[in-house]
Nanobody
Framework: QVQFVESGGGLVQPGGSLRLSCAAS????????MGWYRQAPGKQRELVAV???????NIADSVKGRFGISRDNAKNTVYLQINSLKPEDTAVYYC?????????WGQGTQVTVSS
């Protein structure tokens, strides 16, 4: 029933920026905290940013100062703004509720940072 569709990834040079989008459908959106997660090859999935129902934002220390999260409840969309990209940001980026619901993981969007 609930689907999250991520988009906006791509191949970017170090220092570049991306804005990822997550379109949600199938359930009430506005009452849930939403998060962006990423998973690099050979590594565990990592929560990098959360925006709550009241727009409270939490950013992981590893990306603080470079990543920002926002939501537009009218559009059922969550965004992840990524600035000053580093090669170690290379990963598949996913959105989900926070805490994540296992059955709601989508395909993610690939971010590759390389010169």
């Amino acid at each position: 029933q609930v689907q999250f569709v991520e988009s906006g990834g791509g191949l970017v040079q170090p220092g570049g920026s991306l804005r990822l989008s997550c379109a949600a459908s199938g359930s009430i959106f506005s009452i849930y905290a939403m998060g962006w997660y990423r998973q690099a090859p050979g590594k565990q999935r990592e929560l990098v940013a959360v925006v709550s129902y009241d727009l409270t934002v939490n950013i992981a220390d590893s990306v603080k100062g470079r990543f920002g999260i926002s939501r537009d409840n009218a559009k059922n969309t969550v965004y992840l703004q990524i600035n000053s990209l580093k090669p170690e940001d290379t990963a598949v980026y996913y959105c989900n509720r926070a805490p994540a619901v296992t059955d709601y993981w989508g395909q993610g969007t690939q971010v590759t940072v390389s010169s």
